[in-house]
């Protein structure tokens, strides 16, 4: 199985800081990994996909980038609502597997 | 409105049944692949089963497999998990995900609210 880690697991931000989030594959996904927001109770949204495409709607702060084992998520000037806790997920090969998030608080 | 809608879940005693179900609207299920993922209390995302819509191929989680069964009716454009043999490790809240893809997979686009599961004697 691939396993999935990210760093940090918990970042304090202020709004309007720039915020980048890492998340590492165990082996290589290719560009097969989409990022994830959830808020607490409430179902993950999908941000990005193949590691660099902007889910519709999304707003255009959130960017993605890698390939292979090691990937970025960044917000380029973070916002109240982008509080929440955020998942990479590699889809490369069954079994599918989740990050176990980086938490995302107000300084 | 694009929409999945979970129900089915509540608590049962280790070693029973559930069979949670996952209705969905605005969309015709049967195009797309689609997923369970659960996620215990204060826990991560864990992904447990897929059926893939051209042939009804499912996967499963090592955690569930031989316990857990993935199924659809496209009649009632719903997705359904059968659950055997319930641990407590089972409990979670567990979701059901449209794949952006019909086949392989392109990230999950569209979730539910979620059902929650709890196993407890």
């Known amino acids: 199985d691939i396993q999935m880690t990210q760093s940090p697991s918990t970042l304090s931000a202020s709004v309007g800081d720039r915020v980048t989030i890492t998340c590492r594959a165990s082996?290589?996904?290719?560009?097969?990994l989409a990022w994830y927001q959830q808020k607490p109770g409430k179902a993950p949204k999908l941000l990005i996909y193949k590691a660099s495409n902007l889910e519709s709607g999304v707003p255009s702060r959130f960017s993605g980038s890698g390939s292979g084992t090691e990937f970025t998520l960044t917000v380029s000037s973070l916002q109240p609502d982008d509080f929440a806790t955020y998942y990479c997920?590699?889809?490369?090969?069954?079994?599918?597997?989740f990050g176990p998030g980086t938490k995302v608080d107000i300084k | 409105e694009v929409q999945l809608v979970e129900s089915g879940g509540g608590l049962e005693q280790p070693g029973r049944s559930l069979r949670l179900s996952c209705a969905a609207s605005?969309?015709?299920?049967?195009?797309?692949?689609m997923h369970w993922v659960r996620q215990a209390p204060g826990m991560g995302l864990e992904w447990v089963s897929s059926i893939r819509w051209n042939n009804g191929a499912t996967v499963y989680a090592d955690s569930v497999k031989g316990r857990f069964t993935i199924s659809r009716d496209n009649a009632k454009n719903s997705l359904y998990l059968q659950m055997n043999s319930l641990r407590a490790e089972d409990t979670a809240l567990y979701y059901c995900?449209?794949?952006?893809?019909?086949?392989?997979?392109?990230?999950?686009?569209?979730w539910g609210q979620g059902t929650m599961v709890t196993v407890s004697s």
């Open positions: 995900a449209k794949d952006k893809a019909g086949s392989g997979s392109s990230g999950f686009d569209i």
């Open positions: 605005g969309f015709t299920l049967n195009n797309y692949v």
């Open positions: 997920q590699q889809y490369n090969s069954y079994p599918f597997t």
């Open positions: 082996q290589s996904v290719s560009s097969w």
